[in-house]
């Protein structure tokens, strides 16, 4: 067998093969006596058919099943003679069918179209210049997390005494009837939470909802500006017909002694409780601070190292990246398909993550090799039970299911890329700099950026407290679900 590897690109080779007559003829000698053994031919005896009229009657059979015995196990032999690491299945292609035709008399000739992992040289990746940052915990955010707390913890008593009022909630069974355009089918949504002045209600809800009680029923007209952020109801007129089921109150409740231990902190009192919180927020602060640094050094690294990222991976990960973020949109109760969402700007945006992080493990799987960096099985286990932990399931269970699916393989790269990012950041030149506030908004507004504008509206548009979706959001999603 001859074999010769053409560079098409860095992750793309082309194999050109060439099997030799002999070969080929002892395999179609092979394949023919195996028909002629079992075929079954008018005027003779299953298996006592001349071979010469067992080839013409099998013939497309015969030669495919050559094709199929020899064609891939010899593009197998060249990958692995080659030493290449192949993605992916090859593309084959037959180059002279005479090989076939003729046989013994030609070589066949194959090539394959093989992707595979670039080459990369290696540049600088100790004493990457790298900026440390820490944001102080000031006695404000611990007051903050405080009323935090007390809100979560705040209840809803029902009022009979009076009727709703500004900080109130009011839940409703809306008939939406639209006036302009009068065509349209009517909005329907039953136990919608309207919190009266709450953030994002529109004036016109918390307007003729206040001093309802339970069983009122009240109709009044919305009319929607023409750039409203839903498409279901920018522009329309619509009469809301509202039946107020219940009206409650949030009851906060007082910060004292017996409220701090029935957080489930293990405190005692207040003042335990607010050492605890500083605490805990002091020691998020310095894991955010390292997060951070690991993303500038990830950063530095893959602008320092630009190369070809093979396409196959590039789409799995891609897949991966958008599935991720589809479900995550699903999770916070935003439907993607009902979105005015740029889908082809959404698609090139994350294909360049995806090469992005593909870049990043290959460069951390070269360091680690360059270091001989090789989790030991130590450092395996302890992953393991760090994730049998977080699962809530026995180690073991956890152990069989990743030994199954070849799991414990992964945890090892895991770990191995892990600690190749670690010796990177203790190796760099890290200067340690004043907080800004500003850094917040930076990483805020490049959030924002890489989020489609209607998908980060919504986002603002759904509250962050369960069930809880205010007037506007939960309009725009019942007109659409009429849509």
Do not use: C
């Not at 030609?106 to 820490?134: K, N």
């Not at 029923?217 to 109801?233: A, H, M, N």
């Not at 605890?276 to 310095?286: N, Q, S, V």
Request: proline residues 4%; charged residues 35%; without cysteine.
């Amino acid at each position: 067998m001859k074999t010769e590897i053409v560079d098409v690109s860095p992750t793309r080779k082309e194999l050109k093969i060439e099997i030799e007559p002999a070969e080929v003829r002892a395999e179609y000698e092979r394949v023919s006596n195996r028909y002629a053994s079992a075929a079954t031919v008018p005027g003779f005896r299953p298996g006592r058919a001349p071979v010469s009229i067992v080839r013409q009657r099998y013939k497309n059979e015969i030669r495919n099943e050559v094709m199929q015995n020899l064609v891939p196990q010899a593009i197998s032999d060249a990958i692995t003679e080659s030493e290449l690491h192949v993605i992916g299945e090859p593309e084959l292609h037959l180059d002279n069918s005479a090989g076939l035709n003729q046989i013994g008399q030609e070589p066949l000739s194959v090539h394959a179209h093989v992707e595979v992992m670039p080459d990369v040289e290696l540049g600088q990746y100790r004493g990457l210049e790298l900026s440390r940052s820490v944001r102080p915990v000031t006695d404000e955010m611990v007051e903050e997390l405080i009323e935090e707390l007390r809100e979560s913890t705040s209840s809803l008593d029902a009022i009979e005494d009076r009727g709703a009022a500004a900080g109130d909630r009011v839940t409703v069974d809306f008939v939406g009837k639209y006036l302009q355009p009068p065509e349209a089918e009517d909005i329907k949504a039953e136990d919608v939470d309207v919190d009266l002045d709450g953030e994002g209600v529109l004036s016109n809800f918390t307007e003729n909802l206040t001093g309802t009680r339970a069983d009122d029923v009240r109709t009044f007209t919305v009319k929607y500006p023409e750039d409203f952020s839903s498409k279901g109801l920018a522009g329309k007129e619509i009469e809301y017909t509202a039946t107020v089921t219940a009206v409650r109150r949030k009851v906060v409740p007082e910060v004292d002694d017996e409220w701090a231990q029935s957080l489930g902190e293990e405190v005692e009192t207040v003042g335990a409780l607010r050492e605890k919180l500083r605490r805990d927020m002091e020691t998020g602060a310095r894991a955010e601070s390292d997060r951070r640094l690991r993303d500038e050094a990830m950063s530095k690294l893959i602008a320092a190292h630009q190369f070809e990222v093979p396409p196959t991976l590039v789409e799995s990960q891609s897949r991966h990246l958008l599935e991720t973020y589809v479900r995550e949109l699903f999770q916070r109760g935003i439907d993607p398909r009902r979105q005015d969402m740029n889908w082809e700007n959404l698609r090139g945006m994350i294909e360049a993550q995806a090469a992005d992080d593909l870049r990043g493990s290959i460069l951390l799987e070269q360091i680690a090799g360059a270091e001989n960096i090789e989790p030991t099985d130590e450092e395996i286990e302890q992953e393991i039970e760090a994730l049998a932990a977080m699962s809530k399931q026995p180690i073991a269970q956890v152990r069989a299911a990743l030994t199954k699916q070849g799991g414990e393989r992964s945890i090892a790269d895991r770990l191995r890329h892990r600690q190749a990012l670690e010796l990177i950041v203790e190796n760099a030149n890290v200067k340690d700099e004043e907080w800004r506030e500003e850094e917040l908004l930076d990483e805020s507004d490049e959030l924002a950026n890489e989020m489609p504008a209607q998908v980060e509206t919504t986002v603002r548009e759904t509250t962050a407290t369960g069930d809880t979706i205010d007037a506007r959001s939960n309009a725009a999603s019942a007109s659409d679900e009429q849509q």
